[in-house]
């Protein structure tokens, strides 16, 4: 149990939809990251929030986009779905700025289908 | 372009009998390497972790082995239980961060299976 919820669980969408998927950090966690499991793959990075801004980005388009809230809850949004966004959605919280390696706590991820 | 590579899918021991994971990287500038462990349903865990200052790291029954040379790692789990049955991760870091964070790469992992 890492205390990090993402909500839904599993979600089936069509093409040229929009999504937004939640996450809830552990209290006092400032840093957030997003990222996408393809099946076979492992995790790879989307973006990381820290306190409300987006610091880091990985190799993924505009149309994932993302926000962090005093709360410690978050969202990763991604308009006009493509099939290939079809993938397991992780979020991971941690306590400072530079994510210690270590010190990630993973929820249990969306599965987003698009059809 | 795959800076992490798991080149065994999957891979099936004896409970009791040693587990080897292998991992290999490209990326010169990768410092740091993590070890992650997943159920099915739930979140990569974290698991054990090695700098690259060192050769070796040990936690209870778990290994990790760093050859820099080889740019190759590998994680040994002894013994085996079937409770450490999962999809494990193995992970690279940068040595320094990168506009505020550190970019955490993940190979595309090892399934194993530990039978009773």
């Known amino acids: 149990e890492t205390g990090v919820t993402q909500s839904p669980t599993h979600l089936i969408k069509t093409r040229g939809q929009q999504v937004t998927l939640r996450c809830s950090s552990q209290s006092g966690h400032n840093t957030v990251s997003w990222y996408q499991q393809a099946l076979g793959q492992g995790p790879q990075f989307i973006f990381q929030?820290?306190?409300?801004?987006?610091?880091g980005r990985g190799n993924f388009p505009p149309r994932f986009s993302g926000l962090q809230f005093p709360n410690y809850s978050s969202e990763l949004n991604v308009n006009a779905l493509e099939l290939d966004d079809s993938a397991l959605y992780l979020c991971?919280?941690?306590?400072?700025?530079?994510?210690?390696?270590?010190?990630?706590?993973f929820g249990p991820g969306t599965r987003l289908l698009v059809l | 372009d795959q800076q992490v590579k798991q080149n065994s899918p999957s891979l099936s021991v004896q409970e009791g009998r040693i587990s080897i994971l292998n991992c290999d990287y490209t990326n010169s500038m990768f410092d740091y390497f993590l070890w992650y462990k997943k159920y099915p349903a739930e979140g990569p865990t974290f698991l054990i972790s090695?700098?690259?200052?060192?050769d070796k790291n040990e936690d209870g029954r778990f290994t990790v082995f760093l050859n820099k040379s080889a740019k190759h790692l590998s994680l040994h789990i002894v013994p085996s239980q079937p409770g450490d049955s999962a999809v494990y991760f193995c992970a690279a870091s940068p040595a320094r961060a990168s506009g505020g964070y550190q970019k955490v790469t993940f190979g595309t992992g090892t399934k194993l299976q530990v039978i009773p």
């Open positions: 090695i700098s690259s200052i060192k």
């Open positions: 929030y820290y306190r409300e801004e987006e610091n």
């Open positions: 991971a919280s941690s306590p400072g700025v530079l994510v210690l390696r270590e010190t990630q706590y």
